[in-house]
Nanobody
Framework: VQLVESGGGLVQPGGSLRLSCAASGFTFSAYVMSWYRQAPGKERELVASISSSGGSTDYADSMKGRFAISRDNTENTVYLQMNSLKPEDTAVYYC???????????WGQGTQVTVSS
């Protein structure tokens, strides 16, 4: 399993970013894909998940209405569209893959998102 995140960077409060995670080395369409984040001094937390087919999504309460997870099973890529960003969204964002009948995640290396004026 290989997961490579991209799209992070510095953005002003209220701005938007779109993260991408390119997957390889496994049957992408059989895996639940998720985004997590970890801010300095805090535990890693779930941001959003999407089912293997893309038909079902789930979000942490603080991200609902601002973030959108999607996937392209033909391109083996999962996306996270982040809108109305706040300074408290500053974190390293990680892509994770879990086989739909499994219990453990495989992780990417993370991409830094910094929200600051």
């Amino acid at each position: 399993v290989q997961l490579v995140e991209s799209g992070g960077g510095l953005v002003q409060p209220g701005g938007s970013l779109r993260l991408s995670c390119a997957a390889s080395g496994f049957t992408f369409s059989a895996y639940v894909m998720s985004w997590y984040r970890q801010a300095p001094g805090k535990e890693r937390e779930l941001v959003a998940s999407i089912s293997s087919s893309g038909g079902s999504t789930d979000y942490a309460d603080s991200m609902k209405g601002r973030f959108a997870i999607s996937r392209d099973n033909t391109e083996n890529t999962v996306y996270l569209q982040m809108n109305s960003l706040k300074p408290e969204d500053t974190a390293v964002y990680y892509c994770a893959a879990r086989y739909r009948y499994g219990t453990s995640n495989s992780w990417g290396q993370g991409t830094q998102v910094t929200v600051s004026s």
